[in-house]
C-alpha cells in the first residue's frame, strides 16, 4: 500500500472557525489531490498540486484553500467552516500523471 | 466541461457476471480509470484504459471505446466481498487530475 496518511481522521468543529487538514506521503509522488465525498455526489476534487508550492483549483474550490511547502505534505484549510463543508475529505497521490490514485484514509469532518 | 455517467446501482448474485457502464463528455481526453470503495473504506484503483479496448486483471476487466465515448467494467465470477461502489473517472488538466463519476453501488447476493 502506498504510504499516505490523513490527520486527524475525525474532527468536529464548529460553524465559523478555522480547519486544517493534513496529508502526508512518504511515497515521494509528484500530484497531491484533496477530494470531498458526499452522498449522491461522488468524489469531487477541491484542489491539486503538481509540485512544491505549485497548486491548481479543482470543481469545488469555493471555501477551501491549500499549500504544499514540502513534497511530503499537503495541507487543506477551511479558512471558516459552514455547515456544508461537512464531509468525507480524501487525499490521494499520484506519480507521473493522474490515471492512477492512491488515497489516504479519509477524515470525517462535522461542521455544527 | 467533463461529464459522466454511470448507473447508481446493479445487483447480481454470486458466480455471475456484471457490466457496468460508463459514459463521458470530455473536452480532450485522458484516459478512463475504474475505483473500487467498500463501505466506510478509502477508494482503490482498478484499472485504466488510454486505448482502445479490452484490458483484463484477474476477475475484472476493462474495456474502452473512444469513438463512442464509452467504457464499461466487467466483473466475473462475482463474489459476496465484490459488493462496493465502482466509479469511472476521466483525465482532466492535461491529464494531472480526474473527474469521478457520481458511482455505482454492486450488491452482490447469494
Known amino acids: 500500500d502506498a504510504g499516505i496518511t490523513q490527520s486527524p481522521r475525525h474532527k468536529v468543529t464548529e460553524t465559523g472557525t478555522p480547519v486544517t487538514l493534513r496529508c502526508h506521503q512518504t511515497e515521494n509522488h509528484r500530484y497531491m489531490y484533496w477530494y470531498r465525498q458526499d452522498p449522491g455526489h461522488g468524489l469531487r476534487l477541491i484542489h491539486y498540486?503538481?509540485?512544491?508550492?505549485?497548486?491548481d483549483k479543482g470543481e469545488v474550490s469555493d471555501g477551501y484553500s491549500v499549500s504544499r511547502s514540502k513534497t511530503e505534505d499537503f495541507l487543506l484549510t477551511l479558512e471558516s467552516a459552514t455547515s456544508s463543508q461537512t464531509s468525507v475529505y480524501f487525499c490521494?497521490?499520484?506519480?507521473?500523471?493522474?490515471?492512477?490514485?492512491?488515497f489516504g484514509p479519509g477524515t470525517r469532518l462535522t461542521v455544527l | 466541461g467533463q461529464s459522466l455517467e454511470q448507473p447508481s446501482e446493479v445487483t447480481a448474485v454470486e458466480g455471475a457476471i456484471v457490466q457496468i457502464n460508463c459514459t463521458y463528455q470530455?473536452?480532450?481526453?485522458?484516459?478512463l480509470s475504474w475505483y473500487q470503495q467498500h463501505d466506510g473504506g478509502a477508494p482503490t484503483f482498478l484499472s485504466y484504459?488510454?486505448?482502445?479496448g479490452l484490458e483484463e486483471t484477474g476477475r475484472f476487466s476493462s474495456f474502452l471505446s473512444r469513438s463512442d465515448s464509452y467504457g464499461y467494467l466487467l466483473l466475473q465470477e462475482l463474489q459476496m466481498k465484490d459488493s462496493a461502489s465502482y466509479f469511472c473517472a476521466v483525465g482532466y488538466q492535461a491529464g494531472t487530475a480526474l473527474i469521478f463519476g457520481k458511482g455505482t453501488t454492486l450488491s452482490v447476493s447469494s
Open positions: 498540486s503538481y509540485g512544491v508550492k505549485d497548486t
Open positions: 470530455t473536452s480532450g481526453f485522458y484516459g
Open positions: 490521494a497521490i499520484s506519480s507521473v500523471s493522474a490515471d492512477t490514485q492512491y
Open positions: 484504459n488510454a486505448l482502445d
